[in-house]
Structure formats: C-alpha cells, structure tokens
C-alpha cells in the first residue's frame, strides 16, 4: 500500500493486533476499518472512532487524497478539531503528521487504555 500524500510505500507497525501503516517519509499514517475496530475495542471508546465516516465533508484548500486502499477520493471531514481525511467507502482514515496528536489531547484519556495511547502517542505524535 503507498502513501496517499507522497505515494511511497508504508510500513506496518503493529501493537496488540493492531497494524498501523506508517509513511516513513511525510510521517502519516493510515488506519483501516477493521483496525479501527480493534482500536475502538481497546480504548474503550466505542462510537467515538467510527463516528467519524458520518461526518460531513468540510471544505478545504488541501489537496484531495485517495484512499490508498479503494483508490476513490476520500473526504475531508473536522474530526474532534483535526481535519482529516476519511475513505467515503469507510475503508480507514488518513492521519497526517500532528493530527492524532492534536485529537489525543483532546480526548479524556485518564479512562483510556494507557498502553494503546502510549504506543499511539511514542510512534505518532508527541502525546504521552
């Protein structure tokens, strides 16, 4: 699978049953539904991450995206304060380099599975 920024290939990091594709060059990373899914379970947070295929599309200047799996254009939705970038088949979302920093910080995570934020936050963002 390539990055649907920079188109080079992603690496897959994984922790407990979760692989995230990770670009190692423009530093975004890509999570599928079904990882979602597990995310979701992990966390705790139920609705909270799918939630987001059901947000309607904001307006951007950023360039439109593709999803790296389907290949049609994903939209951009305002997610917790993040824009960011949602496969319109729910195939996963795109998160660019900051956001999920962004939207950890925002979230109560006091309730939050503390490794799952821990490998999110070391791997993707400056949240610990």
């Known amino acids: 699978m390539n990055c649907p920024v920079c188109k080079q290939p992603l690496v897959i990091l994984e922790r407990e049953n979760i692989e995230v594709d990770y670009c190692l060059s423009c530093h975004g990373f890509w999570l599928d539904s ?9 966390l705790k947070i139920y609705n909270y991450v799918m939630s987001p295929f059901k947000y309607p599309q904001v307006h951007s200047k950023e360039k439109i995206r593709k999803c790296p799996i389907c290949f049609t254009n994903m939209k951009k939705i305002c997610f917790n304060g993040v824009m960011i970038d949602v496969c319109s ?17 925002n979230l109560d995570t006091k309730n939050l599975e503390s490794s799952m934020i821990n490998f999110l936050g070391e791997n993707f963002c400056n949240h610990k």
């Open 34 to 42: 079904g990882e979602l899914e597990l995310l979701k379970e992990i």
């Open 89 to 105: 088949s729910m195939d996963g979302m795109w998160f660019d380099e900051g956001e999920l920093s962004a939207i950890l910080n």
